[in-house]
C-alpha cells in the first residue's frame, strides 16, 4: 500500500531554503526551518526534537502564505510561469517538513507526536482551504486555465490538473459555501485523526497471554516468537504473547488446534474499536460519512463515491460496481468449494461440520498441506528478510539495471536503514530508507511506502533525486533466529519495492506532475508480486537459512501448483471490502447506521456472502478509508490488479519474465512517467491496447474450462 498523509500536494518542491529563524525559547536553532546539509538533503532525523514540529510547521504556513500572497499581489497579466508555476513552486518549506512529521508519524509514534498530530491536523486543513479557496489566486490560474492551448504539453497538463485541483477543493463556491467547506474539511481531519488514534491504542492493548497448554499444536518457530514477544513486554519469562498483529496473529490463526482461542483472538480482531467504550469508532464512521456527503454536493456531485471516482480512472460508481460484480459471484462460488472441502476434513476429526469464520485459516492448512504438501511455517525459513530484500535488489538490477549501496545516513528509528541507489549510467537515482520489523504501540499497521521528498527538478531543470522509504511489520529477529517471512510478507515486501520504484523512477518536470490517480498507483507495486514466485527469481533467493540449500524444484513446483490455493476466500474478503467502502460512500442522503448492521445487509443478505468470510476490513478499523486515502477507492487493489496482470503478460509472452526491453519500456511508459497523462493513456502507450480482464480472472483462478 501506498501510504497517503495529510500532506499539501502542492507544497513540497526540492530547493532548500537557508535558516529562517525559529528557535525552541533558548539558544537553540530549530533545525526543520534551517538548511539541510546532510548528504543529498535527507532529513536530519538526528537533530529533531518533537518539540520542534509545531513551531516549524507554523512558520512554514507564514511563509507560504507570502508565496501566494506574492502570486496574487502580481500587477503582471497571469501567465504559465508567474501564476502556475509559482504555484506548483510554492510552500516547499512546508511540503519538507509536512513529509517528514507524517512519514513518521504513522511509523514511529509516541503520545507527544500524537498531540502534535492532533494540532496539526486541523491547522494545516484550515491553511490549505485558506489558499485553495483564495479567489485571487484561482481567478489567475483560471485565466491561464482559458489560454491552456497556447502551452506546451507538460505545461498544459500541469495546468489541467491544478486547475481541478481547486475546483474540486471548492475554489467555484459562494462565500457561505466556502465557510462551510472549511469547516467541514477541518472538522473531517479531526475525526480521521481519532480514527487511527483509537485503532492505534486498539492494537496496541490486546494481549492473549498463553501458558505452555495454550501453545500446544503451534510450530517452534511460532512458540519462539510469542516467548521473546512475552519476555520483551514483560508477561513473563515461561509465557507466550500473541496480539492483533498479523505477523503474531495470522500463524496462530493457522497452526492452533484450539477452538477456543482461535476465536478468542478473531474476534478480538473483527471487533476492534466497536466496543462502546472510548475507543469505539462506530460514530466516527457515521460523523466522517456524513460529513464527507455535505462536501460532495456542495461541489455538486451525488455521493462522495462520486466526486472521488471523478478524479480516477474509473471515473464513475458504475464502472468500479461493474468490476466488483464481475468478480463476485465466481469468487463467491470458488470460496463456497473451499468452504465444502474444509468440513469434510473437519467432520473426519470431529464429527461435525460446524464452521466458523475462526476455523478458515487452520483448516486452509490442513487442505494445502493435503493437496499440496506445502507447509507454511516449515517454508519460511527459505525467507529470511535480508535474503528477500538481496533477491528484490537483484531483480531490479536484472530488469532495469540499477544498483543499491549501504548508506550511512541519519534514521528516526535505530532499526532504519537506508541505501544509495544508483542508475545504469552511475549517477544517484534517489535514496530509500528501510523500516522493516514490527513495533508494538509505535507503528501503524500493516505495510506501506512514501517519500521524504518526491522528484523534481530545480531552477534550472536538474532532476533532484527522491528520498523514498518502506515501512513493514516483519516479525523480528529472535536470538539467533533471523526474521523469517512467510509468502505473504514476502508477496508485501516485493509489493512495496514495487512503489519505492515508481518514486525512484519518477522523471518529471514538475512537482505537480508527480502523482497519479489512486486506482492507478498499485500497479507499479502488484506487478513486482508477479516475479515473487517465478522459478528463476526463487533459486536466486529462496536459500534455507540454516542449511543453506537452494529451495528445491519439488517446492518451487508446489508453490507454483498452490498459486489458486483459497483464492475464493481472498478474493471475497477483497471484493466484500470493496462493496463496502463503496455502498457507505455512495448515498445520496446520509442517514446513520450501525456499522455491523449495515455490513450484514449488504454484504449478506443482499450479496450473498456466507457467513464464514468477513471482508477484509470492518468498518470500524478500516484506515484505508477513514485514515487514509483510499475512501471509495479501495476497490484500486482489484482495478490495478487488472492493469498488472495484464502488464506481466507483456512480459510472459517474449517467453523471458525478465525481459529488458519490456522492462526498458515498462519504465519509459508507466514508471518515470508520474502523472503527465492520465492512466489509461500512460497503460495503452505502454500494452498497446486497454487491459483485458482476463489474465486477472485466471491469476485468481476464476476462469472456467470454456472461458479460457
Known amino acids: 500500500m501506498k501510504k497517503i498523509g495529510l500532506i499539501l500536494a502542492s507544497c513540497t518542491v526540492m530547493t532548500l531554503v537557508s535558516s529562517c529563524g525559529g528557535n525552541d525559547g533558548g539558544n537553540r536553532q530549530n533545525v526543520l526551518l534551517g538548511e539541510w546539509t546532510t548528504p543529498y538533503g535527507v532529513p536530519p532525523f538526528d537533530q529533531i526534537k518533537t518539540s520542534d514540529y509545531l513551531p516549524a510547521f507554523k512558520e512554514a504556513m507564514k511563509q507560504h502564505n507570502a508565496e501566494i500572497e506574492a502570486i496574487t499581489s502580481s500587477k503582471e497579466s497571469p501567465t504559465f510561469e508567474n501564476t502556475v508555476l509559482a504555484y506548483d513552486n510554492s510552500g516547499e518549506l512546508l511540503g519538507r517538513i509536512g513529509n517528514v512529521f507524517w512519514s513518521v508519524a504513522a511509523a514511529d509514534t509516541n503520545s507527544e507526536m500524537q498531540k502534535v498530530q492532533e494540532e496539526a491536523a486541523s491547522m494545516l486543513s484550515e491553511h490549505s482551504d485558506g489558499i485553495m479557496l483564495n479567489d485571487k489566486l484561482f481567478e489567475r490560474i483560471k485565466a491561464v486555465y482559458e489560454q491552456r492551448d497556447m502551452l506546451d504539453p507538460m505545461q498544459r497538463r500541469l495546468t489541467e490538473k491544478i486547475y481541478k485541483d481547486f475546483v474540486r477543493s471548492g475554489a467555484n ?69 500473541f496480539t492483533l498483529s498479523p505477523a503474531s496473529m495470522t500463524p496462530f490463526m493457522t497452526y492452533s488446534p484450539n477452538r477456543e482461542l482461535r476465536e478468542q483472538i478473531y474476534k478480538a480482531y473483527t471487533e476492534k474499536c466497536m466496543h462502546g467504550d472510548n475507543l469505539d469508532n462506530s460514530e466516527l464512521v457515521n460523523e466522517i460519512v456524513e460529513l464527507r456527503t455535505k462536501r460532495a454536493q456542495l461541489l455538486g456531485y451525488d455521493t462522495h463515491a462520486a ?65 499440496y504438501d506445502l507447509d507454511q511455517d516449515a517454508l519460511r525459513a527459505y525467507f529470511p528478510m535480508e535474503n528477500v530484500r538481496q533477491g528484490i535488489f537483484e531483480l531490479s538490477n536484472r530488469l532495469y539495471g540499477i544498483t543499491f549501496r549501504p548508506a550511512v545516513l541519519p534514521v528516526y528509528n535505530e532499526e532504519c536503514v537506508s541505501y544509495e541507489v544508483y542508475d545504469t549510467d552511475g549517477t544517484l537515482l534517489g535514496v530509500l530508507y528501510m523500516d522493516l520489523y514490527v513495533r508494538a504501540g509505535r507503528k501503524g499497521p500493516g505495510a506501506w511506502c512514501g517519500t521524504f521528498r518526491s522528484q523534481s527538478c530545480d531552477a534550472e531543470g536538474n532532476r533532484m533525486v527522491p528520498i523514498v522509504y518502506i515501512v513493514a511489520n516483519f516479525p523480528r529477529p529472535n536470538g539467533s533466529t533471523p526474521s523469517l517471512l ?27 506532475l508527480t502523482e497519479v490517480e489512486n486506482d492507478f498507483v498499485e500497479l507499479p507495486s502488484q506487478i513486482m508480486e508477479n516475479w515473487a514466485t517465478e522459478p528463476e527469481m526463487l533459486r536466486s533467493y529462496a536459500i534455507h537459512w540454516q542449511t543453506g540449500r537452494v529451495i528445491p524444484d519439488e517446492l518451487i513446483d508446489r508453490i507454483r501448483e498452490s498459486t489458486h490455493f483459497n483464492q475464493g476466500f481472498a478474493t471475497t474478503e477483497l471484493v466484500a471490502a470493496s462493496y463496502i467502502d463503496m455502498d457507505i460512500h455512495n448515498r445520496k442522503e446520509f442517514v446513520p447506521v450501525d456499522p455491523a448492521a449495515f455490513e450484514h445487509r449488504v454484504l449478506n443478505e ?11 476490513y470492518r468498518y470500524t478499523y478500516f484506515a484505508h478509508i477513514f485514515d487514509g486515502g483510499y475512501s471509495a477507492g479501495y476497490y484500486g ?43 489509461m493513456v500512460l497503460y495503452e502507450n505502454f500494452r498497446g491496447r486497454q487491459p483485458s480482464r482476463e489474465p486477472l480472472l485466471r491469476s485468481r483462478g476464476m476462469l472456467t474450462e470454456t472461458q479460457e
Open 173 to 241: 463556491l459562494s462565500v457561505e459555501d466556502k465557510e462551510e467547506f472549511m469547516k467541514l474539511n477541518s472538522r473531517l481531519a479531526q475525526l480521521s485523526f481519532q480514527f487511527g488514534k483509537n485503532l492505534l491504542e486498539e492494537n496496541a492493548k490486546y494481549q492473549m497471554v498463553l501458558d505452555e497448554e495454550g501453545v500446544k499444536g503451534l510450530p517452534v518457530t511460532v512458540r519462539n516468537a510469542a516467548r521473546a514477544a512475552a519476555r520483551e513486554a514483560g508477561v513473563g519469562d515461561q509465557k507466550y504473547l
Open 307 to 371: 466526486y472521488v471516482l471523478d478524479g480516477n480512472m474509473a471515473k464513475t460508481p458504475e464502472n468500479v460496481y461493474g468490476l466488483l460484480d464481475e468478480i463476485w459471484e465466481p469468487a463467491l462460488n470458488r470460496a463456497g468449494d473451499e468452504l465444502a472441502a474444509m468440513q469434510e476434513i473437519k467432520l473426519k476429526e470431529t464429527g461435525n461440520t460446524d464452521f466458523a469464520a475462526w476455523d478458515w485459516p487452520y483448516y486452509a492448512e490442513k487442505v494445502r498441506k493435503a493437496q
Open 486 to 512: 512467510s509468502m505473504d510478507e514476502t508477496r508485501t515486501f516485493f509489493h512495496e519495492f514495487g512503489h519505492a520504484l515508481h518514486m525512484l523512477f519518477c522523471d518529471v518536470p514538475y512537482r505537480g
Open 606 to 616: 443482499e450479496r450473498g456472502l456466507i457467513p464464514q468470510i468477513d471482508p477484509r
Open 637 to 679: 487493489y482489484l482495478w490495478a490488479e487488472v492493469l498488472d496482470k495484464d502488464a506481466y503478460e507483456a512480459f510472459v509472452e517474449t517467453g523471458e519474465p525478465f525481459n529488458k526491453k519490456v522492462a526498458a519500456r515498462f519504465r519509459e511508459e508507466i514508471l518515470s512517467k508520474g502523472g503527465t497523462a492520465d492512466g
